[in-house]
């Protein structure tokens, strides 16, 4: 199992960046997805999660409203569209399943905002 997260990078407060984590390894259409962000100082905490069909999403009180998690099972694909950004968002995003007994991370992307 893979997954390899991109399109973190620097963005001022109220930009948007849209993050990507493509999966392999896994028949990913069969399973449900998450981000979570880990921010300097602060314990990893859920962002949004998604089922399998993209028929639920759930999002941390916090991002309601501005970000928009997706997938597209063609791609293998996973987003995170992030908008109205702010300083507090600043962090390193990672992409998350459970297959099998087992859970999965990816590398990480960061995402900094700042003025």
């Known amino acids: 199992v893979q997954l390899v997260e991109s399109g973190g990078g620097l963005v001022q407060p109220g930009g948007s960046l849209r993050l990507s984590c493509v999966a392999s390894?896994?028949?990913?259409?069969?399973?449900?997805m998450s981000w979570y962000r880990h921010a300097p100082g602060k314990e990893r905490e859920l962002v949004a999660f998604?089922?399998?069909?993209?028929?639920?999403?759930n999002y941390a009180d916090s991002m309601k409203g501005r970000f928009t998690i997706s997938r597209d099972n063609a791609k293998n694909t996973v987003y995170l569209q992030m908008n109205s950004l702010k300083l507090e968002d600043t962090g390193v995003y990672y992409c998350?399943?459970?297959?099998?007994?087992?859970?999965?991370w990816g590398q990480g992307t960061q995402v900094t905002v700042s003025s």
């Open positions: 998604i089922t399998s069909n993209g028929g639920w999403t």
């Open positions: 390894g896994f028949t990913f259409s069969r399973y449900a």
């Open positions: 998350y399943t459970r297959w099998g007994n087992s859970d999965y």
